[in-house]
């Protein structure tokens, strides 16, 4: 993986291309619909039909048995789209998903350790607040790396966002692919482009459109990653 394999996205959301866009999952965001896993399953069907670079299985909160029924349902919907799994690399493992994503204090754990589940993943990224996180996250094997909050966003209400100058500063210091996280939507990624990244990572804005129960379903994709 490299910086210069993606393709170009335009500024327009009416023919925007989300090519640059790794797309991060939050089901909390389909609490109030009656049967919210089922809202949220059909989101992620909307979600990978707009081609995004990736999706993150972020939810995170969950415990690891029901982190992996979710994740196995996820992973039925693919179109193709790569799925990164997070958090859990056994489930990972369990379920045969070579793309991870984790913590950076448990990348760091498991390298420091010579954990041999790490040698099981072709794929694994890890979050960066800071060039020496970023390094850090390399010198661990990381294959890319989220940098942010870039703007303030309201995953995060009152942290001020670090700025196009703190990913220009990280995305300058290491080789790796480095996405913008945090506020980042289809009008700002233009300006994370010139900022030196190779992209940009969204939560709320693939899912803002999404969160109405009125939203049609679509019929289920079952292409194998």
């Not at 498991?110 to 589940?117: E, I, K, N």
């Not at 970023?134 to 009152?158: D, R």
Request: include cysteine.
């Amino acid at each position: 993986m490299n910086k210069n394999v993606l393709t170009s996205a335009s500024a327009k959301t009416a023919c925007f291309s989300y090519a640059r866009m790794i797309a991060v999952s939050n089901r909390h965001y389909f609490d109030g619909e009656p049967d919210p896993e089922a809202a949220f399953l059909n989101g992620i069907r909307h979600i990978l039909l707009k081609a995004p670079r990736a999706l993150i299985l972020r939810e995170k909160d969950l415990s690891p048995e029901a982190y992996a029924l979710l994740a196995q349902k996820v992973l039925s919907l693919s179109t193709g789209i790569p799925i990164i799994l997070h958090s859990f690399p056994q489930v990972a493992q369990q379920l045969g998903v070579k793309r991870i994503h984790l913590p950076l204090p448990l990348l760091q754990q498991m390298a420091d350790t010579s954990d041999p589940l790490l040698s099981f993943f072709s794929l694994i990224g890890t979050s960066v607040h800071s060039v020496s996180d970023a390094e850090a996250a390399v010198s661990c094997g990381a294959a890319y790396c989220l940098a942010g909050n870039i703007f303030e966003t309201q995953c995060k209400i009152g942290l001020p966002g670090r700025g196009l100058e703190f990913l220009r500063e990280v995305s300058g210091r290491v080789w790796i692919p480095v996405y913008g996280i945090g506020g980042v939507n289809e009008e700002n990624l233009p300006q994370l482009l010139n900022a030196g990244a190779a992209g940009g990572c969204m939560m709320s804005g693939f899912c803002r459109d999404l969160i109405s129960s009125t939203q049609p379903d679509l019929p289920s994709q079952s292409t194998p990653l």
